[in-house]
């Protein structure tokens, strides 16, 4: 079924990339600093490891493997004992043996390392150390257990140098071709050039030993069978000379019978018949051998008696041998994945053994058949000689009896061309690795990399720190820009309350209009913090002037639809929780107020925390007291005096602990605030915070208008939406909202593309 485009778009939201990468710069700007102490501590820590690391050297060389590399041509390739066997192993194979056990310790007892004194690591060491796992060599091999015996003790040191030898050894195939590169890095220009050339060297001589190996294991096989066909030989011509001479027997030449000349046939043809019965016997014998070793690599089976499905499985064998060495790149012997590559292997050199098992019997039936052909040559010639006479049938036994020897001794120097063809192989250079490059000292160090290395720092401090910044502007759940006032809490934006130092626009003051602590007694008693209580009517183009007119303009449009009563606005201004600029908003707006002619009193009513009232305590008349206005507001009220040298400010304090005040008291307060109004232009009410305080509900349906401060950057959405939920009965009250303590620079950081200000 096709969706919608407006179901598509609610299951699949379009996403713009232009505003994704303005929104992540915008990020970025607002927390440049982040950004740019990353990159300078990421910096700085790269070149002080550049400058105090250990400079590293590599050194290079490269082998050619090739199979048929040393072989002798006149040799078959079936009986070549050669380290590498073109049908069998690869040039992966021979990159791990370069890396074995055996052949490293060769090297490090060749090379004589010794272990390094124990000493107490650098700080950048013991940082490398705990990244790389690795420990000091001297520590690991005293580390020894006593109880070790004294060969069991110099193998474990030896595993031990071994280990630390090949942390900077690294042998790789290069691309596809047959060649090794061998690499050793070392702080020691010389060593490393030595290492990789003594990895080279003892590799040759590993693989000549091996080369040796098996051509003497070769040479062992072949001197037993050529003993036995040497005595076999021995015998015949000793039975034909017997023969010869027993019977005194000479055969005439050119005067053959009919029937001694068919009976020369058989006897040729039985003749070749056991000889092929007599190669075929040396065949099955080596298949046997082969078989019982249980090894499918030493077998060696003539090309006209293999099967295709001898051929499919050892090509899987060999693709098996393959995996399993790409396998141990990345793995441990141990690994499932080798060990099932292994088990395949043992279950297919299972079904080789089996094959040569089913070669072997087709064998034996092929022997089987040239023996019953012998028994029937055998028969026929009887038979020819029985028809001849005595001397002929003596004439016979005796060629046969030298044909015999003839064979016999045809296999004996077969072999023996073979032996002394195996015997040149021992001091026949047969390796199958050549040379390309030894290792010469390098001319340049290859770690540290001093601009790769500063350069990454950098990137990588870069990618750190936009991680970072996205990650607490996702974490941030502040109000941070206007536009989240009307779109989340449905509330007008009035403007910001600024960290006074941080408006700059502050510059520019009013012409004759000081300060609050410049103006005498008794606001010279507030000193120099005094200044900020009438920031808002001191400077007159700031951008809390702007939120005080924002606030007036609204306020006024609220007292213009409101029923003319002959009365002034009770204007309240409070927060979700304390300590969000509530009370400085409502003394600066009750100040602007009064610098522009309006005749206001500023009533604390934050019962717990007179905030308004001990902040003006220097200021205040001890006779304007809110007890007084709450008991006989119609007395009090026109007793009110004014601040002084302030005629249109009056400030109602509240100087004694009213925590007592409920919604029982609220006709009462609702009268003073009322007949106050009477008297005022504008009464600016600051109220307690609606988190913590009760009465905030009560006291906030009394008043005209609301006005909502939010501390900028600090308070918590959740705590502003649940204060608003509290005050949902007197939600048409509010004015708008403002933000407090604003950073100018910060907030038009935030704002800056969706600014309110002229």
Same mark, same amino acid.
């Given at each position: 079924?096709?969706?919608?485009?407006?179901?598509?778009?609610?299951?699949?939201?379009?996403?713009?990339?232009?505003?994704?990468?303005?929104?992540?710069?915008?990020?970025?700007?607002?927390?440049?600093h982040l950004l740019a102490i990353a990159v300078?501590?990421?910096?700085?820590?790269?070149?002080?490891?550049?400058?105090?690391?250990?400079?590293?050297?590599?050194?290079?060389?490269?082998?050619?493997?090739?199979?048929?590399?040393?072989?002798?041509?006149?040799?078959?390739?079936?009986?070549?004992?050669?380290?590498?066997?073109?049908?069998?192993?690869?040039?992966?194979?021979?990159?791990?043996?370069?890396?074995?056990?055996?052949?490293?310790?060769?090297?490090?007892?060749?090379?004589?390392?010794?272990?390094?004194?124990?000493?107490?690591?650098?700080?950048?060491?013991?940082?490398?150390?705990?990244?790389?796992?690795?420990?000091?060599?001297?520590?690991?091999?005293?580390?020894?257990?006593?109880?070790?015996?004294?060969?069991?003790?110099?193998?474990?040191?030896?595993?031990?140098?071994?280990?630390?030898?090949?942390?900077?050894?690294?042998?790789?195939?290069?691309?596809?071709?047959?060649?090794?590169?061998?690499?050793?890095?070392?702080?020691?220009?010389?060593?490393?050039?030595?290492?990789?050339?003594?990895?080279?060297?003892?590799?040759?001589?590993?693989?000549?030993?091996?080369?040796?190996?098996?051509?003497?294991?070769?040479?062992?096989?072949?001197?037993?069978?050529?003993?036995?066909?040497?005595?076999?030989?021995?015998?015949?011509?000793?039975?034909?000379?017997?023969?010869?001479?027993?019977?005194?027997?000479?055969?005439?030449?050119?005067?053959?019978?009919?029937?001694?000349?068919?009976?020369?046939?058989?006897?040729?043809? &039985?003749?070749? @018949? /056991? +000889?092929? =019965?007599? *190669?075929?016997?040396? $065949?099955? #014998?080596?298949? !046997?051998?082969?078989?019982?070793?249980?090894?499918?690599?030493?077998?060696?089976?003539?090309?006209?008696?293999?099967?295709?499905?001898?051929?499919?499985?050892?090509?899987?064998?060999?693709?098996?041998?393959?995996?399993?060495?790409?396998?141990?790149?990345?793995?441990?012997?141990?690994?499932?994945?080798?060990?099932?590559?292994?088990?395949?292997?043992?279950?297919?050199?299972?079904?080789?053994?089996?094959?040569?098992?089913?070669? &072997?019997?087709? @064998? /034996? +039936?092929? =022997?089987? *058949?040239?023996?019953? $052909?012998? #028994?029937?040559? !055998?028969?026929?010639?009887?038979?020819?000689?029985?028809?001849?006479?005595?001397?002929?049938?003596?004439?016979?036994?005796?060629?046969?009896?030298?044909?015999?020897?003839?064979?016999?001794?045809?296999?004996?120097?077969?072999?023996l061309a073979q032996y002394n063809s195996a015997?040149?192989?021992?001091?026949?250079?047969?390796?199958?690795?050549?040379?390309?490059?030894?290792?010469?000292?390098?001319?340049?160090?290859?770690?540290?990399?001093?601009?790769?290395?500063?350069?990454?720092?950098?990137?990588?401090?870069?990618?750190?720190?936009?991680?970072?910044?996205?990650?607490?502007?996702?974490?941030?759940?502040?109000?941070?820009?206007?536009?989240?006032?009307?779109?989340?809490?449905?509330?007008?934006?009035?403007?910001?309350?600024?960290?006074?130092?941080?408006?700059?626009?502050?510059?520019?003051?009013?012409?004759?209009?000081?300060?609050?602590?410049?103006?005498?007694?008794?606001?010279?008693?507030?000193?120099?913090?005094?200044?900020?209580?009438?920031?808002?009517?001191?400077?007159?183009?700031?951008?809390?002037?702007?939120?005080?007119?924002?606030?007036?303009?609204?306020?006024?449009?609220?007292?213009?639809?409101?029923?003319?009563?002959?009365?002034?606005?009770?204007?309240?201004?409070?927060?979700?929780?304390?300590?969000?600029?509530?009370?400085?908003?409502?003394?600066?707006?009750?100040?602007?107020?009064?610098?522009?002619?309006?005749?206001?009193?500023?009533?604390?009513?934050?019962?717990?925390?007179?905030?308004?009232?001990?902040?003006?305590?220097?200021?205040?008349?001890?006779?304007?007291?809110?007890?007084?206005?709450?008991?006989?507001?119609?007395?009090?009220?026109?007793?009110?005096?004014?601040?002084?040298?302030?005629?249109?400010?009056?400030?109602?304090?509240?100087?004694?602990?009213?925590?007592?005040?409920?919604?029982?008291?609220?006709?009462?307060?609702?009268?003073?605030?009322?007949?106050?109004?009477?008297?005022?232009?504008?009464?600016?009410?600051d109220l307690p915070p609606v988190h913590g305080?009760?009465?905030?509900?009560?006291?906030?349906?009394?008043?005209?208008?609301?006005?909502?401060?939010?501390?900028?950057?600090?308070?918590?959405?959740?705590?502003?939406?649940?204060?608003?939920?509290?005050?949902?009965?007197?939600?048409?009250?509010?004015?708008?909202?403002?933000?407090?303590?604003?950073?100018?620079?910060?907030?038009?950081?935030?704002?800056?593309?969706?600014?309110?200000?002229?």
């Amino acid at each position: 079924m096709r969706l919608e485009v407006t179901e598509r778009d609610r299951f699949l939201p379009e996403v713009k990339l232009g505003d994704v990468i303005r929104d992540i710069w915008q990020k970025i700007r607002r927390r440049w600093h982040l950004l740019a102490i990353a990159v300078c501590v990421t910096a700085l820590a790269s070149i002080y490891y550049v400058a105090t690391a250990t400079p590293q050297y590599t050194a290079n060389g490269s082998l050619l493997i090739d199979p048929r590399y040393g072989q002798n041509p006149d040799q078959t390739s079936q009986l070549m004992p050669g380290l590498l066997m073109s049908d069998a192993l690869t040039v992966d194979s021979e990159l791990r043996v370069m890396a074995s056990r055996e052949l490293t310790k060769r090297v490090v007892q060749v090379l004589e390392i010794e272990p390094k004194p124990a000493s107490d690591p650098s700080l950048l060491q013991r940082v490398k150390s705990m990244v790389t796992g690795g420990s000091d060599t001297s520590e690991e091999t005293d580390a020894a257990p006593s109880a070790l015996s004294e060969d069991a003790a110099e193998q474990r040191r030896l595993e031990v140098l071994r280990k630390s030898f090949v942390r900077g050894l690294k042998i790789q195939r290069s691309g596809d071709s047959f060649v090794i590169d061998i690499a050793y890095t070392s702080p020691n220009i010389e060593f490393s050039a030595k290492a990789v050339n003594t990895i080279i060297q003892e590799y040759l001589s590993l693989s000549r030993e091996e080369h040796v190996t098996k051509v003497e294991r070769n040479l062992d096989w072949l001197s037993g069978r050529i003993n036995e066909l040497r005595q076999n030989m021995r015998n015949a011509q000793t039975a034909v000379a017997e023969f010869r001479q027993t019977n005194n027997l000479l055969v005439p030449e050119g005067s053959a019978l009919p029937s001694e000349v068919a009976l020369t046939s058989a006897i040729n043809q &039985l003749v070749d @018949l /056991r +000889s092929e =019965s007599l *190669a075929l016997d040396v $065949q099955i #014998q080596q298949l !046997e051998e082969g078989i019982r070793s249980g090894n499918p690599d030493v077998v060696q089976v003539a090309p006209e008696d293999r099967t295709n499905t001898l051929d499919q499985l050892e090509e899987s064998y060999d693709a098996l041998q393959q995996q399993v060495l790409e396998a141990l790149v990345s793995r441990s012997e141990t690994s499932p994945v080798v060990q099932n590559l292994r088990n395949q292997m043992a279950q297919i050199q299972d079904l080789i053994i089996a094959e040569y098992g089913q070669i &072997l019997e087709r @064998l /034996r +039936s092929q =022997s089987a *058949a040239f023996q019953r $052909q012998v #028994q029937a040559t !055998e028969m026929v010639k009887d038979e020819l000689e029985a028809e001849l006479g005595t001397d002929a049938q003596k004439t016979v036994e005796l060629r046969g009896l030298e044909l015999e020897a003839d064979a016999t001794r045809e296999q004996y120097e077969h072999l023996l061309a073979q032996y002394n063809s195996a015997s040149q192989l021992v001091s026949f250079d047969a390796t199958s690795a050549r040379v390309i490059a030894w290792a010469v000292p390098p001319d340049t160090k290859s770690a540290p990399k001093s601009k790769q290395t500063v350069i990454l720092a950098v990137f990588a401090g870069v990618v750190m720190a936009i991680a970072l910044i996205v990650l607490l502007e996702a974490l941030d759940d502040t109000f941070r820009m206007h536009s989240d006032i009307s779109r989340e809490l449905g509330l007008t934006f009035l403007g910001i309350s600024p960290v006074f130092g941080s408006d700059k626009k502050s510059r520019l003051r009013a012409s004759g209009w000081q300060p609050l602590s410049l103006r005498g007694a008794p606001w010279a008693k507030l000193g120099k913090n005094g200044q900020w209580l009438d920031f808002a009517a001191s400077n007159p183009v700031s951008y809390f002037a702007e939120t005080m007119r924002s606030i007036h303009v609204n306020m006024t449009m609220g007292r213009d639809q409101r029923p003319n009563e002959g009365r002034g606005y009770v204007v309240g201004i409070t927060s979700s929780v304390k300590e969000e600029g509530k009370t400085s908003t409502a003394i600066n707006y009750a100040t602007f107020l009064a610098s522009q002619g309006k005749k206001t009193v500023l009533v604390d009513l934050d019962i717990i925390a007179r905030g308004t009232s001990r902040a003006l305590k220097p200021t205040l008349n001890p006779e304007n007291g809110l007890r007084k206005v709450l008991e006989d507001p119609t007395t009090v009220v026109p007793t009110l005096q004014p601040v002084t040298n302030t005629p249109n400010l009056t400030v109602v304090g509240n100087f004694e602990d009213l925590a007592n005040v409920g919604p029982q008291h609220s006709y009462a307060i609702a009268h003073a605030l009322v007949t106050l109004s009477q008297q005022f232009d504008y009464v600016v009410v600051d109220l307690p915070p609606v988190h913590g305080v009760a009465e905030t509900q009560f006291l906030g349906k009394i008043c005209d208008g609301l006005v909502f401060v939010i501390r900028w950057g600090h308070t918590r959405r959740p705590q502003v939406a649940s204060a608003l939920k509290q005050l949902e009965g007197a939600r048409s009250k509010f004015v708008g909202a403002i933000f407090s303590q604003v950073r100018v620079k910060s907030y038009e950081n935030h704002n800056g593309h969706d600014t309110y200000t002229y």
